[in-house]
């Protein structure tokens, strides 16, 4: 602990000597090294790592990184770690799902949270989502979220995503989703509201215990014009709304939520502890 404390300080508060350069690199090496033999990640790789600061924020920075955790991959052509913040920023990438069977680009998403005693949250915002391909059949065909009603059809085909925005929460025991993104006619929202889990689940194990079904929650969906034309699209007049039990959905969209509910997250509390 006292040798990591002296690289940290070196790595931040040294010039770009050749001794602050060394203590980062065996900083940095010790932490991918942890993150694969204890982190549970497959791979973490970098091309180059540089430091800097912006708006008086310490800042740590990598090139052509690329990340798996429980199969699935993440590619960025740069990405920018606030390491006292620990906030997260990517840039020029795309995602692939633990089965490959789909994969997105995106321009740029930004990952920060607030861990405390009685609560966790994630907050989560993307530009430029579009799809990559991959081997479904029919991948462009519209389907309905849920079983019951058909408010909104969704599809894996190719259109951008110009944004999105992803949140999770749980205070206490209550537990909140909100998944929202814009299309060329408006904007969608997903929300999930007051559900009951254990106090103390952390936000990994909330959106396994979501996927399974371990939890009763219901699903509220609504279209409509966006909110407004800034970075975190939302709804503001509801053109068309539909409620239904979320064990209701539609199976296809799992495997795209455990990424985001699950893999994201555990990856996050990780950087975080």
């Known amino acids: 602990m006292l040798r990591e404390l002296g690289l940290g300080l070196v790595l931040m508060l040294a010039g770009d000597g050749e001794l602050a350069r060394r203590a980062g690199d065996a900083l940095i090496r010790d932490k991918v ?10 791979e973490v790789a970098y091309a180059d790592w540089d430091k800097g600061y912006r708006e008086g924020r310490f800042w740590v920075g990598f090139d052509s990184v690329a990340v798996v955790r ?13 390491p006292l913040s620990v906030a997260l920023e990517f840039e020029a990438g795309r995602v692939v799902t633990a089965s490959r069977a789909r994969s997105w680009s995106f321009d740029r998403v930004t990952v920060d949270g607030d861990f405390s005693l009685f609560s966790e949250g994630l907050e989560v915002r993307g530009a430029g989502l579009e799809d990559g391909g991959g081997a479904d059949v029919g991948a462009a065909e519209r389907f309905c979220l849920f079983r019951d009603g058909c408010a909104y059809e969704a599809s894996f085909g190719s259109a951008r995503v110009p944004a999105f925005a992803l949140e999770v929460a749980r205070r206490g025991g209550d537990a909140r989703v909100r998944f929202a993104w814009e299309e060329t006619e408006g904007c969608v929202e997903l929300l999930l509201e007051d559900v009951a889990v254990p106090r103390g689940t952390a936000l990994a194990a909330l959106g396994e215990g979501l996927l399974a079904d371990r939890w009763p929650a219901t699903a509220v969906l609504r279209e409509g014009r966006c909110a407004s034309a800034g970075p975190v699209p939302g709804v503001a007049e509801v ?7 979320w064990a209701s959905r539609d199976p296809r969209i799992d495997e795209v939520l455990a990424v985001l509910l699950v893999a994201l997250p555990e990856a996050y509390a990780y950087l975080v502890e």
Do not use: K
Request: glycine share 10%; charged share 40%; proline share 3%.
């Open 33 to 42: 090294r942890d993150a694969i033999e204890e982190g549970g990640f497959e």
């Open 70 to 82: 429980r199969g699935a991959r993440l590619e960025a052509s740069a990405a920018r770690i606030f």
């Open 239 to 245: 053109r068309a709304e539909e409620q239904a039990p």
